[in-house]
């Protein structure tokens, strides 16, 4: 598949899934997207599942934060988020990532990533240079669950931690 039929299916399954606008996927796909950082499934040339490895800084740490994962809703049961989100977790490993961040967007995805052992719930904030929303849409509500992979980073309950693009 072309870098650019690449780029539309992704923003294809992207408006399916989550119904964000043209706008909100654009704004990612020009100023975040790139082709390392996606891991993703396809079947007869298409696209069916997909996440995102964002790199981001917390202080000097550098953290891998699962965004946008997604599967075709035809697609689903089958174990393809399942896959891409253990492929991430050990790609995030072997890139020297301290920690592997998401934001679930409610109790049953939390329970889903705790399977893969993200635990906690700590209040991020992201700062990036054209203040694109990674998280919930709602800043009050960005609670993310983590696999500390350094021992040395820090994050708190109690307080929220920047991530830093």
């Not at 990612?28 to 964002?54: Q, R, T, W």
């Not at 679930?104 to 904030?125: C, H, L, Q, W």
Request: charged fraction near 30%; hydrophobic fraction near 40%; include cysteine.
């Amino acid at each position: 598949m072309s870098e650019e039929n690449r780029k539309k299916e992704i923003a294809a399954l992207w408006k399916e899934v989550f119904g964000d606008s043209d706008e909100f996927i654009n704004t990612y796909m020009d100023n975040f997207y790139c082709i390392g950082n996606v891991l993703s499934i396809e079947h007869k040339e298409h696209l069916i599942s997909m996440l995102h490895i964002i790199p981001f800084t917390i202080k000097d740490y550098k953290v891998a934060y699962i965004y946008a994962v997604a599967t075709s809703p035809k697609e689903r049961g089958k174990g393809y988020a399942s896959l891409l989100i253990e492929g991430a977790i050990k790609e995030a490993k072997e890139r020297g990532f301290s920690a592997i961040l998401t934001i679930p967007a409610n109790k049953g995805i939390r329970d889903y990533y705790s399977t893969f052992g993200f635990n906690g719930e700590f209040p991020v904030k992201f700062e990036n240079r054209v203040d694109f929303d990674f998280g919930t849409g709602e800043k009050d509500k960005d609670i993310a669950m983590a696999i500390f992979l350094d021992s040395c980073i820090e994050m708190h309950t109690d307080e929220k931690t920047l991530l830093k693009i």
